[in-house]
């Protein structure tokens, strides 16, 4: 645990050192939802984040075990592949506490998504965008860390900037497969979230607020979560700073989660 964790600071101090700094669209970090507005062509981002949830149930998992998990460290990173799509990959390694068990660090699962504009920001209409997401089977299900199952995720992202804040929803279709025993198929959910932008007055900080959540699905799997927080930049580094309490059965009984955000430019040469 302690080589990977060496290992993520020294790869996020390489990309610090060696690339050059440019400002990019804002990301929402530390809430959950995506920004329709995608990376310019070349563009790219890397985000170092740790987070901790205390009584998150995991999915379809119905036998509440005080399950206490933390992401040390997560890890995103957003390329711009073209004038109209953006790729991404999010991965963490994870250290879970849960009643009767001892505690165990792990690796976490492997999200690949991509977003496609479908409309750039007008007088007249807001972004559109479309999020196709799979999260791949990476940690271990004995260990209570995933699911060892694939899951899938599509989403029609909006958002509209105002002269004093923005607006961002998403909207959308989580398709997660079902691992128990005995059982087969898979749960289809309604994914949504809606988020508020409030710019500061210090060091062009922004606050954000957002719900977000499953729902239109079996009570297993429905999930509610308030999310709050700021983001500060300084030169080419952004540091968002969260909090959420969930609102629904099995959602966290409360959260916290920040991060370092480099955005760069893609060397030509790549």
């Known amino acids: 645990m302690h080589k990977f964790f060496r290992c993520s600071l020294f790869l996020s101090i390489l990309l610090a050192a060696g690339l050059p700094a440019v400002s990019l669209a ?23 984040g740790f987070s901790y949830a205390d009584d998150l149930y ?26 109209r799509v953006e790729g991404q990959l999010q991965y963490s390694f994870l250290h879970l506490d849960e009643d009767g068990r001892s505690a165990r660090w792990g690796s976490g699962d492997l999200t690949v998504a991509g977003k496609v504009r479908l409309n750039p920001e007008s007088i007249s209409l807001p972004a559109l965008a479309l999020r196709v997401a799979t999260k791949l089977p990476v940690a271990d299900e004995e260990h209570d860390l995933g699911t060892d199952r694939t899951d899938f995720f ?29 059982h087969s198929g898979q749960d289809d959910m309604l994914q949504y979230g809606v988020a508020l932008g409030v710019p500061l007055p210090l060091q062009q900080a922004m606050l954000l607020v957002a719900v977000e959540g499953l729902d239109l699905g079996p009570s297993l799997n429905r999930r509610g979560v308030f999310r709050g927080g700021v983001q500060i930049p300084f030169g080419p580094m952004v540091w968002d700073l969260g909090a959420g309490v969930g609102y629904v059965s099995k959602s966290e009984d409360w959260s916290v989660r920040t991060g370092l955000t480099y955005k760069f430019q893609i060397p030509q040469a790549w």
Do not use: C, K, M, W
């Open 26 to 48: 804002a990301s929402l970090q530390p809430v959950g939802l995506q920004d329709a507005s995608l990376l310019p062509e070349n563009g790219a981002e890397f985000r170092l």
């Open 58 to 83: 995991n999915q379809f998992q119905s036998q509440d075990l005080d399950r206490r998990i933390a992401e040390l460290p997560s890890l995103t990173l957003n390329l711009g592949l073209g004038q």
């Open 154 to 182: 599509a989403t029609l992202l909006t958002s509209r900037n105002f002269q004093r804040f923005s607006i961002h929803v998403n909207l959308g279709l989580a398709i997660l497969e079902d691992p128990r025993p005995g």
